[in-house]
């Protein structure tokens, strides 16, 4: 972790300009310093320093302009080479080194191979007028030149890979985005579907018992008392179910009618002994008024969000279980339904992390639309469970 900080904050600093202008301020204090040394005594003169200046200086503009930065380098040995004497300084030949990694580093195109055989040209010139100059000087420049040139090319490419592939994960992260919010929208659907059933029987039944109260209200008052206690009750059922509607829509184009009543809780039993005829180890434990036969009592968009966490729930176990034994328990407390579906350790690790499926979001969406919490998450052991807690509205 603090290695790959290090690196990160050394990144930073490496591209920032101020290094550019330091460095080439340490050049031309470096070539200025050569020029007056003993070595080089017989090199004084404004032209001679103002030829190393303009070999060195570009450097502090070398990312930024760096076409023109290699060109002034490039013009400066041919004027050192015209107008005074060519030099053998470590600054030129430092200063040259990075114009040359630069131009292989930065630049693109045609500009690329123009400013190069610009620089070629000027070097060959500038070697031609030394005064013990021959092959090896030549063969000298054009090695470390080119290699120079070619570690700044493979810089560049390795710069637009990445850069490539930081498109591509971008791409991906926007495709899984879009997968998944496809995959929200579908389950809404869904959902929105069982519910507009759930609220349309709803509406049979008060249309019904409002025909019952309405034919009774003439014959016996009192009698007519229940089916508009029915009538009312229902409607506020009715009418929770579609405030949880809120938000969804319909998939247009589909039939509307002709479904019959969507599950409750009352039918887990009947859905965990299908999955025991069919072999799988699973166990069900129902506590409080569900154990009674009392979970048709809940609102039935309640009892219907309920059964299908458990079904989803048990179809996951079934899928990434591995065999291994499953048990529900659901329960009714303090205005509550407690829902817990655990499956134990499968000794395949990761076996429910890698089932890449959208039903835990599923799961997780009709949790929040009966204003629910649900956690499903992998237990120390390598088991999986999931709790929901939805509670009964009043």
């Keep these: 972790m603090q290695l790959a900080r290090a690196r990160t904050i050394l990144r930073r600093w ?17 070539g200025q310093v050569e020029l007056h040394s003993l070595a080089e005594g017989n090199l004084g003169g404004f032209a001679q320093g103002f030829f190393m ?12 302009h760096t076409a023109l930065a290699a060109t002034v380098g490039s013009l400066a040995l041919v004027g050192e080479a015209l107008f005074a004497v060519p030099t053998h300084s470590l600054a030129g030949l430092l200063a040259g080194l990075v114009l040359v990694y630069s131009v292989g580093r930065h630049l693109r195109g045609r500009v690329l191979y123009l400013v190069t055989f610009l620089i070629l040209a000027c070097l060959g010139v500038h070697i031609a007028a030394l005064a013990d100059s021959g ?5 000298f420049a054009v090695l470390f030149s080119g290699a120079t040139w070619g570690i700044g090319r493979g810089g560049q490419r390795r710069y637009y890979e990445a850069q490539a592939e930081a498109r591509e994960a971008a791409l991906r992260e926007v495709g899984e985005q879009a997968r998944l919010a496809s995959a ?6 869904q959902i929105a579907r069982e519910m507009h ?24 008052p009192q009698l007519a008392r229940q089916p ?3 009538v009312r009750q229902t409607g506020q059922e009715s009418l929770a179910e579609m405030r949880r509607l809120l938000g969804l829509l319909r998939a247009a184009g589909e039939p509307d009618a002709g479904r019959a009543p969507q599950p409750t809780l009352d039918q887990v039993p009947d859905l965990v002994a299908r999955l025991q005829t069919a072999g799988m180890p699973v166990s069900l434990e129902m506590g409080g008024p569900a154990a009674a036969g009392g979970a048709g009592e809940l609102p039935a968009g309640l009892g219907l969000c309920a059964y299908r966490i458990v079904q989803e729930s048990l179809t996951n176990a079934l899928k990434h279980g591995g065999g291994s034994p499953t048990s529900v328990v659901v329960s009714q407390r303090d205005g509550v339904v407690d829902l817990r579906i655990r499956n134990a350790a499968t000794g395949v690790p990761g076996a429910f992390a890698s089932s890449g499926g959208h039903g835990i979001i599923g799961m997780r969406e009709r949790a929040e639309i009966c204003d629910g919490t649900l956690l499903a998450a992998p237990e120390p052991d390598g088991g999986f469970v999931v709790h929901a807690r939805l509670p009964i509205p009043r």
């Design 14 to 30: 490496l591209a920032s300009p101020w290094i550019d202008v330091a460095l080439a301020a340490a050049l031309t204090l470096l």
């Design 53 to 64: 200046l303009a070999q060195t200086a570009p450097v502090a503009f070398r990312r930024t």
């Design 228 to 230: 508009l206690a029915t």
């Design 197 to 220: 059933d759930v609220v349309a029987h709803g509406m049979g039944v008060m249309v019904v018992q409002a025909a019952a109260a309405e034919y009774l209200i003439q014959q016996d």
């Design 184 to 189: 929200l929208a579908d389950e809404r659907a």
């Design 135 to 139: 092959p090896l000087d030549y063969a």
